[in-house]
């Protein structure tokens, strides 16, 4: 069985500041992706970012990284720059053997002005 | 028009009500899944459905009933709910049932129906 833990339930950020979301998995499989998610006030589950478990580089989109230390099974979501539209509960996510994208308990984020 | 489409956006009903949500996709995608949302809860995954085929249900109570009848549409029939069942549920669809590789496990989710039940 897969399991995603996100052990920060909420997070204050200053505007213009980098933040780091923290990110565990397990899983027993070889074969992974993880992904995270953005959910703002609206409901919608917006993609960020992707990460495979046999890419040696980590992850970047725009402001958005991907810290991913594989021997260690956390994959934590780094924010450069924050910006007051990126107040939203964040999810990460994780899917191997099978159709279903295993999400994490959220993390919820509040840029501060 | 954005890709996932949820109506309606909140509904109120009571226990002996019957509803029904609907979930409308114009990406060409042919996964459509539901998912239900819950305070203090991870996202769970109620039904996966590929080329309108179910593929999996994932031990939901049959009060909760789906019906895909064709690649853009997903429906979710509610009847005889309890309390318990109030939650936001959403919906995703995606290319295909693909492999663990690459960006297509990536959802693409609908904005949610929010549930209340009385």
Redesign the interface.
Known sequence: AQK?TQTQPGMFVQEKEAVTLDCTYDTS?Q???L?W?KQPS??????LI?Q???DEQNATEGRYSLNFQKARKSANLVISASQLGDSAMY?CAM???G????????TRVLVKP | ETGVTQTPRHLVMGMTNKKSLKCEQHLGHNAMYWYKQSAKKPLELMFVYSLEERVENNSVPSRFSPECPNSSHLFLHLHTLQPEDSALYLCASSPGLAGVFGRTGELFFGEGSRLTVL
Do not use: P, V
């Open positions: 995603i499989d074969s992974y992706g992904f998610y609206s409901g919608e589950m917006i993609f992707y495979g478990s046999y999810f899917k191997a053997a159709n279903k994208l295993t999400f994490g308990g959220g």
